[in-house]
């Protein structure tokens, strides 16, 4: 059943938008943070869930958005929403806080 699911979130995320968008932060030591919007496919309006990863960050070893938090934001966005990872490690220099 757990391959089943899988397939489903693979196939789902074909029909998946994303894009990047930054915004100001807070922090001196930044400019910006960025955050990465997966969504459904369609015009919308969509409801919105807004991701924060852990003390690890949110990118894998490859450069990459780690599979934990992908997974998350594709089930999110098979469930209908929208959903956007906030990235506040990168744009301040840090990989992890663990």
Known sequence: MR????LLLLVGSAAMAQDKM???SRDPDATSIDGYILK???AGPF???V????CG???GRNDRI???ELWWMRHLVSLGYAAMEVDSF?????????
């Not at 991701?51 to 852990?54: D, E, F, S, T």
């Not at 990168?90 to 663990?98: A, E, F, I, Y």
């Open 3 to 6: 391959w089943l699911a899988a």
């Open 22 to 24: 930054s915004f100001p």
């Open 40 to 42: 459904p496919a369609g």
């Open 47 to 49: 409801p919105a869930v």
């Open 51 to 54: 991701l924060h990863h852990g």
């Open 57 to 59: 960050g949110m990118w």
């Open 66 to 68: 780690s599979a934990r």
């Open 90 to 98: 990168r744009p301040r220099g840090l990989t992890s806080v663990c």
